[in-house]
Protein backbone atom coordinates (compact mmCIF):
# COMPACT_ATOMS: atom_id res chain seq x y z
CA UNK A 1 0.00 0.00 0.00
CA UNK A 2 1.39 3.35 -1.17
CA UNK A 3 0.04 6.49 0.67
CA UNK A 4 0.44 10.35 -0.67
CA UNK A 5 1.69 12.45 2.51
CA UNK A 6 3.61 15.84 2.75
CA UNK A 7 7.05 15.78 4.40
CA UNK A 8 10.33 17.38 4.56
CA UNK A 9 13.29 15.53 3.75
CA UNK A 10 14.55 15.33 6.90
CA UNK A 11 10.95 13.87 7.88
CA UNK A 12 10.86 11.47 4.95
CA UNK A 13 14.69 10.45 5.85
CA UNK A 14 13.83 9.56 9.36
CA UNK A 15 10.10 7.80 8.56
CA UNK A 16 12.78 5.51 6.13
CA UNK A 17 14.75 5.16 9.26
CA UNK A 18 11.66 3.99 11.57
CA UNK A 19 10.50 0.99 9.01
CA UNK A 20 13.75 0.08 8.28
CA UNK A 21 13.91 -0.17 11.86
CA UNK A 22 17.78 -0.63 12.66
CA UNK A 23 19.66 -2.35 15.57
CA UNK A 24 21.58 1.06 15.89
CA UNK A 25 21.83 4.43 15.65
CA UNK A 26 24.64 6.08 16.56
CA UNK A 27 24.53 10.00 16.11
CA UNK A 28 25.24 13.30 17.12
CA UNK A 29 22.88 16.25 16.04
CA UNK A 30 24.13 19.13 13.44
CA UNK A 31 22.70 21.72 11.35
CA UNK A 32 20.86 20.51 8.66
CA UNK A 33 20.66 17.07 9.31
CA UNK A 34 19.31 17.61 12.92
CA UNK A 35 15.60 16.59 12.49
CA UNK A 36 16.68 13.03 11.40
CA UNK A 37 18.14 12.11 14.63
CA UNK A 38 15.37 14.40 16.37
CA UNK A 39 12.21 12.68 14.95
CA UNK A 40 14.03 9.16 14.94
CA UNK A 41 15.19 9.29 18.35
CA UNK A 42 11.35 10.23 19.31
CA UNK A 43 10.69 7.24 17.27
CA UNK A 44 12.84 5.04 20.20
CA UNK A 45 11.51 7.05 22.96
CA UNK A 46 7.94 5.86 21.69
CA UNK A 47 8.52 2.39 21.53
CA UNK A 48 7.84 2.92 17.59
CA UNK A 49 11.08 0.84 16.53
CA UNK A 50 13.44 -1.55 17.90
CA UNK A 51 17.01 0.47 17.76
CA UNK A 52 19.49 0.83 20.52
CA UNK A 53 20.04 4.37 20.19
CA UNK A 54 23.11 5.58 21.37
CA UNK A 55 23.83 9.45 21.48
CA UNK A 56 27.40 9.64 21.51
CA UNK A 57 29.18 13.03 22.78
CA UNK A 58 30.70 13.69 18.58
CA UNK A 59 30.35 12.56 15.11
CA UNK A 60 33.66 10.69 14.82
CA UNK A 61 32.38 8.56 17.81
CA UNK A 62 29.28 8.14 16.05
CA UNK A 63 30.28 6.18 13.09
CA UNK A 64 33.09 4.90 15.42
CA UNK A 65 29.87 3.51 17.60
CA UNK A 66 28.45 2.39 14.14
CA UNK A 67 31.26 0.51 13.03
CA UNK A 68 31.32 -1.28 16.35
CA UNK A 69 27.72 -2.71 16.38
CA UNK A 70 27.97 -3.55 12.34
CA UNK A 71 31.21 -5.29 13.39
CA UNK A 72 28.97 -7.44 16.06
CA UNK A 73 26.62 -7.71 13.47
CA UNK A 74 23.44 -4.99 13.78
CA UNK A 75 22.39 -3.40 11.10
CA UNK A 76 23.83 0.08 11.93
CA UNK A 77 23.11 3.41 11.12
CA UNK A 78 24.22 7.21 11.60
CA UNK A 79 23.22 10.61 9.94
CA UNK A 80 25.11 13.77 9.65
CA UNK A 81 25.91 17.03 8.00
CA UNK A 82 29.28 19.18 7.20
CA UNK A 83 31.43 19.45 10.13
CA UNK A 84 29.83 16.36 11.32
CA UNK A 85 31.15 14.26 8.69
CA UNK A 86 34.47 15.96 8.51
CA UNK A 87 35.05 15.38 12.11
CA UNK A 88 33.78 11.34 10.96
CA UNK A 89 36.20 11.62 8.27
CA UNK A 90 39.16 9.06 9.65
CA UNK A 91 36.44 6.67 10.74
CA UNK A 92 34.46 6.79 7.25
CA UNK A 93 37.44 5.44 5.86
CA UNK A 94 37.76 2.61 8.32
CA UNK A 95 34.19 2.16 8.10
CA UNK A 96 34.52 1.49 4.44
CA UNK A 97 37.94 -0.66 4.49
CA UNK A 98 36.28 -2.77 7.26
CA UNK A 99 33.59 -3.39 4.56
CA UNK A 100 30.79 -2.55 7.18
CA UNK A 101 27.62 -2.14 5.62
CA UNK A 102 26.57 0.89 7.71
CA UNK A 103 23.78 3.53 5.75
CA UNK A 104 24.30 6.41 6.94
CA UNK A 105 22.12 9.85 5.66
CA UNK A 106 24.55 13.56 4.49
CA UNK A 107 22.38 16.31 4.62
CA UNK A 108 25.15 18.70 2.55
CA UNK A 109 26.22 21.77 3.77
CA UNK A 110 29.20 23.70 3.25
CA UNK A 111 32.22 23.17 5.09
CA UNK A 112 33.64 26.05 7.29
CA UNK A 113 35.16 28.66 6.88
CA UNK A 114 34.25 30.98 7.08
CA UNK A 115 31.34 29.29 9.06
CA UNK A 116 28.07 28.31 7.14
CA UNK A 117 25.11 26.36 7.27
CA UNK A 118 23.73 26.20 4.09
CA UNK A 119 23.73 23.72 1.47
CA UNK A 120 26.98 22.82 -1.01
CA UNK A 121 28.46 19.98 -1.74
CA UNK A 122 31.73 20.18 -0.11
CA UNK A 123 31.09 17.93 2.80
CA UNK A 124 30.01 14.76 0.48
CA UNK A 125 32.87 15.80 -1.61
CA UNK A 126 35.42 15.18 1.60
CA UNK A 127 34.74 11.67 1.52
CA UNK A 128 34.59 11.22 -2.40
CA UNK A 129 37.67 8.82 -2.37
CA UNK A 130 36.66 7.38 1.26
CA UNK A 131 35.36 4.26 -0.49
CA UNK A 132 32.01 4.57 0.62
CA UNK A 133 29.49 4.40 -1.98
CA UNK A 134 27.46 7.70 -2.37
CA UNK A 135 23.83 8.05 -3.60
CA UNK A 136 22.39 11.45 -4.56
CA UNK A 137 18.75 12.75 -3.91
CA UNK A 138 16.71 15.22 -5.68
CA UNK A 139 14.10 15.75 -3.40
CA UNK A 140 12.32 13.86 -0.45
CA UNK A 141 11.00 10.97 -2.25
CA UNK A 142 14.12 10.13 -4.13
CA UNK A 143 16.15 10.83 -0.29
CA UNK A 144 13.36 8.20 0.94
CA UNK A 145 13.44 5.79 -1.43
CA UNK A 146 17.43 5.68 -1.40
CA UNK A 147 17.65 5.23 2.31
CA UNK A 148 15.16 1.59 1.63
CA UNK A 149 17.65 0.90 -1.13
CA UNK A 150 20.62 1.63 0.29
CA UNK A 151 20.56 -0.74 3.27
CA UNK A 152 20.12 -3.64 0.55
CA UNK A 153 23.42 -2.41 -1.57
CA UNK A 154 25.34 -1.95 1.47
CA UNK A 155 24.08 -5.66 3.08
CA UNK A 156 24.84 -7.30 -0.52
CA UNK A 157 27.45 -10.19 -0.50
CA UNK A 158 29.12 -8.72 -3.49
CA UNK A 159 29.28 -5.45 -2.05
CA UNK A 160 29.21 -4.96 1.30
CA UNK A 161 30.45 -1.35 1.80
CA UNK A 162 29.20 1.60 3.83
CA UNK A 163 26.19 3.82 1.40
CA UNK A 164 26.15 7.41 1.95
CA UNK A 165 22.47 8.64 1.32
CA UNK A 166 22.92 12.34 0.15
CA UNK A 167 20.45 15.25 -0.04
CA UNK A 168 20.76 19.21 -0.09
CA UNK A 169 20.59 21.09 3.05
CA UNK A 170 17.55 22.70 3.62
CA UNK A 171 16.86 22.85 -0.03
CA UNK A 172 15.42 19.22 0.44
CA UNK A 173 15.72 18.65 4.24
CA UNK A 174 13.63 21.50 5.33
CA UNK A 175 11.08 22.03 2.48
CA UNK A 176 7.94 20.13 2.90
CA UNK A 177 7.59 17.85 -0.61
CA UNK A 178 4.82 15.78 -1.99
CA UNK A 179 5.91 11.77 -1.75
CA UNK A 180 4.81 8.34 -1.40
CA UNK A 181 5.57 6.46 1.22
CA UNK A 182 5.62 2.53 1.67
CA UNK A 183 3.45 0.88 4.30
CA UNK A 184 5.65 -0.99 6.87
CA UNK A 185 5.68 -4.25 6.09
CA UNK A 186 6.45 -3.61 2.33
CA UNK A 187 9.67 -1.92 3.71
CA UNK A 188 10.64 -4.55 6.26
CA UNK A 189 9.90 -7.40 3.81
CA UNK A 190 12.07 -5.68 1.06
CA UNK A 191 14.73 -4.66 3.58
CA UNK A 192 14.72 -8.20 5.23
CA UNK A 193 16.93 -9.01 8.43
CA UNK A 194 20.58 -8.70 8.68
CA UNK A 195 22.77 -11.56 7.51
CA UNK A 196 26.33 -10.66 8.57
CA UNK A 197 28.31 -12.96 6.15
CA UNK A 198 31.47 -12.36 9.69
CA UNK A 199 30.08 -11.08 12.84
CA UNK A 200 31.95 -10.25 16.23
CA UNK A 201 29.03 -12.26 18.54
CA UNK A 202 29.66 -15.02 16.61
CA UNK A 203 31.13 -17.20 19.67
CA UNK A 204 31.11 -20.55 17.10
CA UNK A 205 33.51 -19.12 14.53
CA UNK A 206 35.34 -16.68 16.22
CA UNK A 207 37.03 -13.31 14.10
CA UNK A 208 39.43 -11.16 14.28
CA UNK A 209 38.29 -7.75 12.37
CA UNK A 210 40.35 -4.55 11.83
CA UNK A 211 43.25 -5.85 11.63
CA UNK A 212 47.19 -4.88 11.08
CA UNK A 213 48.49 -4.64 7.34
CA UNK A 214 51.80 -4.33 6.63
CA UNK A 215 53.10 -3.72 2.91
CA UNK A 216 52.82 -7.18 1.65
CA UNK A 217 48.63 -6.81 2.06
CA UNK A 218 47.18 -3.24 2.35
CA UNK A 219 47.48 -2.64 -1.25
CA UNK A 220 45.55 -6.26 -1.93
CA UNK A 221 42.74 -5.16 0.57
CA UNK A 222 42.71 -2.00 -1.05
CA UNK A 223 41.90 -3.69 -4.09
CA UNK A 224 39.30 -5.60 -2.92
CA UNK A 225 37.29 -2.51 -2.14
CA UNK A 226 37.88 -1.56 -5.62
CA UNK A 227 36.21 -4.65 -6.88
CA UNK A 228 33.62 -3.91 -4.32
CA UNK A 229 32.98 -0.45 -5.91
CA UNK A 230 32.74 -2.18 -9.29
CA UNK A 231 29.94 -4.90 -8.05
CA UNK A 232 28.18 -2.21 -6.54
CA UNK A 233 27.20 -0.77 -10.13
CA UNK A 234 25.10 -3.93 -11.18
CA UNK A 235 23.50 -4.34 -7.34
CA UNK A 236 22.28 -0.74 -6.94
CA UNK A 237 20.91 -1.57 -10.66
CA UNK A 238 18.96 -4.96 -9.57
CA UNK A 239 17.62 -3.62 -6.34
CA UNK A 240 16.54 -0.53 -8.22
CA UNK A 241 14.18 -2.55 -10.27
CA UNK A 242 13.25 -4.47 -7.31
CA UNK A 243 12.43 -1.71 -5.59
CA UNK A 244 10.08 -0.82 -8.87
CA UNK A 245 8.18 -3.25 -8.25
CA UNK A 246 6.95 -2.15 -4.62
CA UNK A 247 7.34 1.41 -5.20
CA UNK A 248 6.59 2.03 -9.11
CA UNK A 249 9.76 4.19 -9.24
CA UNK A 250 12.55 2.26 -11.04
CA UNK A 251 16.23 3.94 -10.17
CA UNK A 252 19.65 3.31 -12.04
CA UNK A 253 22.77 4.79 -12.16
CA UNK A 254 21.48 7.69 -13.29
CA UNK A 255 18.56 9.85 -14.54
CA UNK A 256 19.35 10.87 -18.29
CA UNK A 257 16.55 13.48 -18.96
CA UNK A 258 15.54 13.90 -22.95
CA UNK A 259 19.43 13.09 -23.56
CA UNK A 260 18.72 10.93 -26.80
CA UNK A 261 18.27 13.81 -29.04
CA UNK A 262 20.04 16.34 -27.28
CA UNK A 263 22.70 18.57 -28.78
CA UNK A 264 23.49 20.45 -25.08
CA UNK A 265 23.56 18.95 -21.63
CA UNK A 266 23.60 19.52 -17.95
CA UNK A 267 25.62 17.25 -15.74
CA UNK A 268 24.29 18.01 -12.17
CA UNK A 269 23.35 16.57 -8.60
CA UNK A 270 20.49 16.37 -6.14
CA UNK A 271 17.80 19.27 -5.81
CA UNK A 272 19.65 21.69 -8.87
CA UNK A 273 18.77 18.63 -11.28
CA UNK A 274 15.01 19.52 -10.89
CA UNK A 275 16.17 23.06 -11.31
CA UNK A 276 17.72 22.59 -14.97
CA UNK A 277 15.28 19.84 -15.90
CA UNK A 278 12.42 23.09 -15.73
CA UNK A 279 14.69 24.93 -17.74
CA UNK A 280 15.58 22.00 -20.57
CA UNK A 281 11.91 21.84 -20.78
CA UNK A 282 11.71 25.81 -21.26
CA UNK A 283 14.11 25.62 -24.08
CA UNK A 284 12.82 22.51 -25.96
CA UNK A 285 9.65 24.69 -26.51
CA UNK A 286 11.85 27.41 -27.83
CA UNK A 287 13.51 24.56 -30.27
CA UNK A 288 17.17 23.85 -28.54
CA UNK A 289 17.60 20.73 -27.86
CA UNK A 290 18.76 20.15 -23.87
CA UNK A 291 19.03 17.83 -22.11
CA UNK A 292 19.73 17.30 -18.37
CA UNK A 293 21.91 13.91 -16.99
CA UNK A 294 21.65 13.46 -13.36
CA UNK A 295 24.05 10.81 -11.30
CA UNK A 296 22.37 9.20 -8.60
CA UNK A 297 25.67 6.90 -8.22
CA UNK A 298 28.41 9.00 -7.71
CA UNK A 299 30.79 6.57 -6.60
CA UNK A 300 30.97 4.16 -7.84
CA UNK A 301 31.36 6.50 -11.01
CA UNK A 302 29.23 5.00 -13.38
CA UNK A 303 31.58 6.27 -16.10
CA UNK A 304 30.75 3.68 -19.34
CA UNK A 305 26.93 4.41 -18.64
CA UNK A 306 27.48 8.09 -18.88
CA UNK A 307 29.73 7.90 -21.92
CA UNK A 308 27.53 6.07 -23.90
CA UNK A 309 24.28 8.29 -22.82
CA UNK A 310 26.56 11.51 -23.59
CA UNK A 311 28.26 10.16 -26.27
CA UNK A 312 25.79 12.14 -28.94
CA UNK A 313 25.31 15.72 -27.45
CA UNK A 314 27.83 18.31 -28.79
CA UNK A 315 28.81 20.53 -25.85
CA UNK A 316 28.42 19.23 -21.91
CA UNK A 317 28.68 21.53 -18.64
CA UNK A 318 29.32 20.01 -15.91
CA UNK A 319 28.01 21.70 -12.91
CA UNK A 320 29.53 21.86 -9.49
CA UNK A 321 28.61 22.55 -5.80
CA UNK A 322 31.39 22.10 -4.78
CA UNK A 323 35.16 23.97 -5.42
CA UNK A 324 38.75 21.73 -5.53
CA UNK A 325 40.48 24.70 -5.54
CA UNK A 326 42.83 22.75 -8.48
CA UNK A 327 42.18 25.57 -10.24
CA UNK A 328 40.88 23.32 -12.81
CA UNK A 329 37.14 22.82 -11.95
CA UNK A 330 35.11 20.79 -9.74
CA UNK A 331 35.09 17.38 -8.61
CA UNK A 332 32.43 16.29 -10.63
CA UNK A 333 33.98 17.75 -13.63
CA UNK A 334 36.99 16.10 -13.70
CA UNK A 335 35.04 12.53 -13.72
CA UNK A 336 32.72 13.89 -16.66
CA UNK A 337 35.87 15.13 -18.66
CA UNK A 338 37.73 11.97 -17.83
CA UNK A 339 34.87 9.99 -19.16
CA UNK A 340 34.00 11.62 -22.62
CA UNK A 341 37.60 11.44 -23.55
CA UNK A 342 37.71 8.60 -24.54
CA UNK A 343 35.14 9.37 -26.94
CA UNK A 344 37.59 11.04 -29.52
CA UNK A 345 34.92 13.12 -30.85
CA UNK A 346 35.42 16.87 -29.79
CA UNK A 347 32.39 17.00 -27.29
CA UNK A 348 33.05 20.39 -25.44
CA UNK A 349 33.21 19.77 -21.94
CA UNK A 350 32.61 22.64 -19.00
CA UNK A 351 32.22 23.92 -15.85
CA UNK A 352 30.34 25.98 -13.64
CA UNK A 353 30.72 26.14 -9.92
CA UNK A 354 27.57 27.18 -8.51
CA UNK A 355 25.61 27.41 -5.13
CA UNK A 356 28.39 27.63 -2.99
CA UNK A 357 27.39 28.24 0.72
CA UNK A 358 23.68 27.69 -0.10
CA UNK A 359 23.63 30.76 -3.04
CA UNK A 360 20.37 30.19 -4.99
CA UNK A 361 20.73 28.87 -8.44
CA UNK A 362 18.19 30.66 -10.30
CA UNK A 363 16.10 29.05 -13.35
CA UNK A 364 17.91 31.99 -15.25
CA UNK A 365 21.24 30.45 -14.28
CA UNK A 366 20.82 27.17 -15.50
CA UNK A 367 19.00 29.27 -18.53
CA UNK A 368 22.46 30.67 -19.22
CA UNK A 369 24.61 27.39 -19.12
CA UNK A 370 22.43 26.26 -21.68
CA UNK A 371 22.38 28.95 -24.03
CA UNK A 372 26.47 29.42 -23.13
CA UNK A 373 26.75 25.32 -24.70
CA UNK A 374 24.53 26.36 -27.67
CA UNK A 375 27.10 29.10 -28.43
CA UNK A 376 29.58 26.71 -28.16
CA UNK A 377 28.35 24.19 -30.29
CA UNK A 378 27.58 26.53 -32.98
CA UNK A 379 31.44 28.44 -32.64
CA UNK A 380 33.35 25.31 -32.14
CA UNK A 381 34.96 27.71 -29.56
CA UNK A 382 35.50 26.96 -25.77
CA UNK A 383 36.40 30.85 -24.06
CA UNK A 384 36.62 30.15 -20.69
CA UNK A 385 36.53 25.48 -19.45
CA UNK A 386 36.09 26.91 -15.92
CA UNK A 387 33.04 29.37 -14.97
CA UNK A 388 31.37 30.59 -12.12
CA UNK A 389 27.60 30.62 -11.80
CA UNK A 390 25.63 33.22 -9.35
CA UNK A 391 28.94 35.08 -8.06
CA UNK A 392 29.22 38.82 -8.46
CA UNK A 393 32.15 39.45 -11.20
CA UNK B 1 37.29 -16.11 -5.52
CA UNK B 2 36.35 -15.97 -1.89
CA UNK B 3 36.71 -12.17 -2.14
CA UNK B 4 34.18 -11.14 -0.04
CA UNK B 5 32.22 -13.56 0.00
CA UNK B 6 33.43 -14.82 3.81
CA UNK B 7 35.09 -17.83 3.39
CA UNK B 8 36.88 -18.58 6.38
CA UNK B 9 40.48 -19.17 4.54
CA UNK B 10 42.54 -20.38 7.36
CA UNK B 11 45.81 -19.78 5.65
CA UNK B 12 47.12 -16.28 4.66
CA UNK B 13 49.81 -15.70 2.90
CA UNK B 14 52.09 -12.85 1.70
CA UNK B 15 52.11 -14.27 -2.07
CA UNK B 16 48.33 -14.86 -1.76
CA UNK B 17 46.66 -12.76 -4.57
CA UNK B 18 43.81 -9.98 -3.51
CA UNK B 19 41.15 -12.46 -4.65
CA UNK B 20 42.32 -15.26 -2.83
CA UNK B 21 42.96 -13.06 0.75
CA UNK B 22 39.91 -12.89 3.14
CA UNK B 23 38.14 -10.07 2.79
CA UNK B 24 38.88 -7.11 4.65
CA UNK B 25 41.95 -8.75 6.48
CA UNK B 26 39.36 -10.64 8.11
CA UNK B 27 41.36 -13.33 10.50
CA UNK B 28 39.70 -16.66 11.04
CA UNK B 29 42.82 -18.59 12.74
CA UNK B 30 43.88 -17.56 16.05
CA UNK B 31 47.71 -17.35 17.06
CA UNK B 32 48.67 -16.60 13.38
CA UNK B 33 50.86 -14.10 14.17
CA UNK B 34 53.39 -16.68 14.78
CA UNK B 35 53.54 -17.20 10.72
CA UNK B 36 54.76 -13.71 10.81
CA UNK B 37 58.02 -13.09 10.54
CA UNK B 38 59.25 -9.92 12.70
CA UNK B 39 63.02 -10.89 14.05
CA UNK B 40 64.05 -8.88 10.71
CA UNK B 41 63.27 -5.66 12.37
CA UNK B 42 66.00 -6.38 15.24
CA UNK B 43 69.33 -4.39 15.70
CA UNK B 44 70.31 -5.21 19.10
CA UNK B 45 70.02 -9.07 19.82
CA UNK B 46 69.70 -10.55 23.37
CA UNK B 47 72.51 -13.20 23.76
CA UNK B 48 72.38 -15.62 27.03
CA UNK B 49 75.33 -16.04 29.34
CA UNK B 50 74.44 -19.52 30.59
CA UNK B 51 76.73 -19.42 33.60
CA UNK B 52 75.17 -16.62 35.03
CA UNK B 53 71.54 -17.72 34.28
CA UNK B 54 70.02 -18.88 37.47
CA UNK B 55 66.24 -19.73 35.72
CA UNK B 56 64.18 -17.27 37.68
CA UNK B 57 62.33 -16.80 33.77
CA UNK B 58 61.62 -13.15 34.72
CA UNK B 59 62.80 -12.92 31.08
CA UNK B 60 60.32 -15.26 29.66
CA UNK B 61 57.27 -13.07 31.83
CA UNK B 62 58.46 -10.12 30.78
CA UNK B 63 59.12 -10.57 26.93
CA UNK B 64 55.98 -8.92 25.24
CA UNK B 65 56.53 -11.58 21.86
CA UNK B 66 56.85 -14.80 23.20
CA UNK B 67 60.38 -15.00 22.04
CA UNK B 68 61.95 -16.38 25.50
CA UNK B 69 61.22 -20.31 25.16
CA UNK B 70 61.47 -21.84 28.13
CA UNK B 71 61.41 -26.01 28.78
CA UNK B 72 60.87 -27.50 32.07
CA UNK B 73 60.84 -24.69 33.83
CA UNK B 74 63.87 -23.09 32.70
CA UNK B 75 65.16 -21.28 30.19
CA UNK B 76 66.10 -22.81 26.84
CA UNK B 77 66.58 -19.92 24.02
CA UNK B 78 65.49 -16.99 22.50
CA UNK B 79 63.15 -17.08 19.36
CA UNK B 80 65.28 -15.39 17.10
CA UNK B 81 62.48 -15.39 14.43
CA UNK B 82 60.54 -13.30 16.13
CA UNK B 83 62.65 -11.54 18.95
CA UNK B 84 62.16 -7.38 17.84
CA UNK B 85 65.13 -6.86 19.92
CA UNK B 86 63.59 -4.56 22.66
CA UNK B 87 66.22 -5.09 25.31
CA UNK B 88 63.31 -6.12 28.01
CA UNK B 89 64.96 -9.31 28.96
CA UNK B 90 67.84 -7.83 29.30
CA UNK B 91 66.74 -4.86 31.74
CA UNK B 92 64.83 -7.07 33.95
CA UNK B 93 67.17 -9.95 34.65
CA UNK B 94 68.59 -9.73 38.26
CA UNK B 95 71.40 -11.51 37.11
CA UNK B 96 73.31 -9.45 34.11
CA UNK B 97 73.01 -13.07 31.87
CA UNK B 98 71.10 -11.17 28.89
CA UNK B 99 73.36 -9.27 26.61
CA UNK B 100 72.46 -6.86 23.83
CA UNK B 101 75.12 -6.92 20.72
CA UNK B 102 74.51 -5.30 17.79
CA UNK B 103 73.47 -7.48 14.95
CA UNK B 104 75.98 -4.72 13.02
CA UNK B 105 79.15 -6.01 15.15
CA UNK B 106 77.38 -9.70 14.85
CA UNK B 107 77.30 -9.44 11.01
CA UNK B 108 80.53 -7.66 10.85
CA UNK B 109 81.99 -10.46 13.02
CA UNK B 110 80.78 -13.15 10.35
CA UNK B 111 81.99 -11.19 7.13
CA UNK B 112 85.56 -10.62 9.10
CA UNK B 113 85.35 -14.66 9.40
CA UNK B 114 84.31 -15.48 5.81
CA UNK B 115 87.69 -13.09 4.79
CA UNK B 116 89.59 -15.55 7.07
CA UNK B 117 88.68 -18.47 5.61
Same mark, same amino acid.
Given at each position: MKTKVALTGNEA?????KQINPDVVAAYPITPQTEIVQIFSSFVANGEVDTEFVAVESEHSAMSAAIGASAAGARAMTATSSQGLALMFEVVYIAASMRLPIVFPVVNRALSGPINIHCDHSDAMGLRDSGVIQLYSENAQEAYDNMIQAVRIAEHPDVQLPVMVNMDGFITSHAMDVLEVLDDETVRNFVGTRVPLDYLLDAQNPVSMGN?? %??????????????? %??????VIKEIGKEYAKISGREYGLFEAYKLDDADVAVVVLNSAAGTAKGVADELRARGIKAGVLKPRVFRPFPQDEIREALKGVKAVAVMDRAETFSTCGGPMFADVRNTLYDLKNDIKVVNYIYGLGGRDLRLEDVEKVFMDLENIRKTGRVDETVKYLGLRE | MNFGSGT????????????????????YEPGNANSYETGDWRSIRPVWIEDRCIHCLFCWRYCPDASVIAKDGKFEKFDYKHCKGCGICAKVC????IDMISEDEIEKAKEANKDEN
Open positions: VAQAMFD %MYEFYFEHKRQQTEA %MKKAKE | RTRVVKADMKWYELTKAGNIPRNA
